[in-house]
């Protein structure tokens, strides 16, 4: 059974830092590309950063705040967030697939449940 366990949200002021994790069991990141997709009210889910052929992908939003890293010996991956803005609020995924990419939300084959960030201004 595949799992995706998220962890890490919270409330932040405006230029804080949060770090998100997501434990992943069932499937090795050996031969899964994971990433992180954000989904606000009313909004489609959208890629934030991914890893793919260890090559990463940060949406334009995030480039320069966000980092992405995996731990493959711990089957985990975090999303380093800094410097948040306000417009970075919204329910954080964690998904892994065999093909993903970022700029396509169904390429995802397992998603965690999600963590919920909010960023005040």
């Known amino acids: 059974q595949v799992q995706l366990l998220e962890s890490g949200g919270g409330l932040v002021q405006s230029g804080g830092s949060l770090r998100l994790s997501c434990e992943i069991s069932?499937?090795?990141?050996?031969?899964?590309?994971v990433g992180w997709f954000r989904q606000v009210p009313g909004k489609d889910r959208e890629g934030v950063s991914c890893?793919?052929?260890?090559?990463?992908y940060l949406s334009d939003s995030v480039k320069g705040r966000f980092t992405i890293s995996v731990d493959s010996a711990k089957n985990k991956v975090y999303l380093d967030m800094n410097t948040l803005k306000p417009e970075d609020t919204g329910v954080y995924y964690c998904?892994?697939?065999?093909?993903?990419?970022?700029?396509?939300?169904?390429?995802?084959?397992?998603w965690g449940q999600g963590t919920q960030v909010t960023v005040s201004s």
């Open positions: 998904a892994a697939g065999l093909s993903l990419q970022c700029i396509e939300r169904r390429s995802a084959d397992y």
């Open positions: 890893i793919r052929d260890k090559k990463t």
């Open positions: 069932g499937v090795s990141l050996d031969y899964y590309d």
